[in-house]
């Protein structure tokens, strides 16, 4: 399993664009980057995921370079309701999805 | 549909106890999980079942066992229960076809907040 380094808090000003980088040195060919969301007192909650270059739903972007070893989870312009801990997930898991959560991110956004 | 469903949402239990943690999932996913989370921590998974009839051991196994019961629910139980055991225990589902490369969305439950005395 490919290890995720991620920071362990961030801060933001509602409104602004959040850029939170995952950095996985160790990918492998068939490792996905996942991100996941979690609001205290729930579970995670599906964000976004990623083989290459750029996908963008209507949560989030995520930007990953060729090289594969990192990737950014962009969020536009946050609220209040997006404080919550971001993880960043690498794996193929062989069809099953035995997989690592690290520490995540913790999300703090201000007035 | 009502996703993932945990039983019960709050348990207090005295050390050496036991009781099984309930899960079920009206999604018809053949992929079952069990996590932890301890405070300030990740999820760590405890055991998972790729498939119905099957379970199998996750990072931190030791004090659980597992029930795939059917295709819907999978159950957790703690034979003897301690204080190590205190933690935020989630469920999670996730439709997963075998080969298939790639990682398939997983769907948590609410969380059991058990505490061991």
């Known amino acids: 399993l490919a290890k995720t380094t991620q920071p362990i808090s961030m801060d933001s000003y509602e409104g602004q664009e959040v850029n939170i980088t995952c950095s996985h040195n160790?990918?492998?060919?068939?490792?996905?980057i996942t991100w996941y969301q979690q609001f205290p007192s729930q579970g995670p909650r599906f964000i976004i995921q990623?083989?290459?270059t750029k996908v963008t739903n209507e949560v989030a972007s995520l930007f990953i370079p060729a090289d594969r070893k990192s990737s950014t989870l962009s969020l536009p312009r946050v609220s209040l309701s997006d404080t919550a801990v971001y993880y960043c997930?690498?794996?193929?898991?062989?069809?099953?999805?035995?997989?690592?959560f690290g520490t995540g991110t913790k999300l703090q956004v201000i007035p | 549909n009502a996703g993932v469903t945990q039983t019960p949402k709050f348990q207090v239990l005295k050390t050496g106890q036991s009781m099984t943690l309930q899960c079920a999932q009206d999604?018809?996913?053949?992929?079952m999980y069990w996590y932890r989370q301890d405070p300030g921590m990740g999820l760590r998974l405890i055991y998972y079942s790729a498939s119905e009839g099957t379970t199998d051991k996750g990072e931190v196994p030791n004090g659980y066992n597992v029930s795939r019961l059917n295709k819907r629910e999978f159950s957790l139980r703690l034979e003897s229960a301690a204080p190590s055991q205190t933690s935020v225990y989630f469920c999670a589902s996730s439709e997963v076809q075998t080969g298939t490369l790639g990682f398939s969305e997983q769907y948590f439950g609410p969380g059991t907040r058990l505490t061991v005395t």
């Open positions: 990623g083989y290459k």
């Open positions: 160790n990918i492998a060919t068939n490792d996905y």
């Open positions: 999604m018809n996913h053949n992929s």
């Open positions: 997930l690498v794996d193929d898991s062989g069809g099953y999805q035995k997989v690592t």
